[in-house]
């Protein structure tokens, strides 16, 4: 199976993320914004943001003479002993803050294995995950996670798993044609998020954005009840800029 993996703006600030925490991590004594803006060659406002950002997921600290170093987090990340739960505490952190400041459970799903599956998800009690009537293994042509798991695999890799999976009607929006769905996935461009009105489940709208690391399928996503459709557009905005931290998380 060939993956389709084109660069969205989330990939580009991880991959611009990485190269600041590398110079830190470089600099055992610390580094200046100065210094790290020479070195990288980003531009202040640019790196401006991203330290905003390092210093808010603990990959970076400053320091009583405004320099930076390492933080607690990135050590975790970068320790053989626990790093797969410091992986999944982090990544837990990233999520629950981003239900908070978007007000919508939001989920990362992964395509492992050629199957569907939710690796991680934020709810609350204002923010009730979508209710899993049906398997979200079988209903990839339903959901907006699923359709953008598989828009980041090739034709034979979509036909592959339609194969497998009958696309059966969940309600009246569901399509059910794999002809239609491979066309509009064909159709979509990388950048803009996948959605599911109400075609997965009734009274549920949700959104998709990919999150591409190396040979890593998967997507962050996001619910809301239709009655705050009107939400939606604004809620994936906020999704596909929160999606940076996450795969910096993943790319560590």
Known sequence: MAL???PTAPYHSAQDALRVLETVARHTAGVTDTELARTTGLDPERLTTLLR????EGY?????DGAYVTGDALTRLTSVHDRDEALRDQLQRTLD????????AVYISRYVDGEVTIAQYADGPATPAVHEWVDFRSSAHATALGKSLLSQLDHNGRRDHLSRHRMTRLTSRTITSDKLLLSRLDAQPPTVP????????VGTVCAAVPITA??????????LPVDQAHRLRRATDRLNRGAAPVLLSLAI
Do not use: F, N, P, T
């Not at 950002?53 to 808010?56: A, G, N, V």
């Not at 803050?97 to 007000?103: A, F, K, N, V």
């Not at 996948?194 to 489940?201: F, N, P, T």
């Open 214 to 223: 190396g040979s890593l399928v998967g997507c962050l996503a996001l619910s």
């Open 53 to 56: 950002m390092l210093r808010r």
């Open 194 to 201: 996948h959605l599911d009105l109400q075609e997965y489940a």
């Open 97 to 104: 803050e981003l239900r908070d400041s978007i007000g919508a």
């Open 4 to 6: 389709k993996h084109e």
């Open 60 to 64: 970076v600290e400053q320091v009583a």
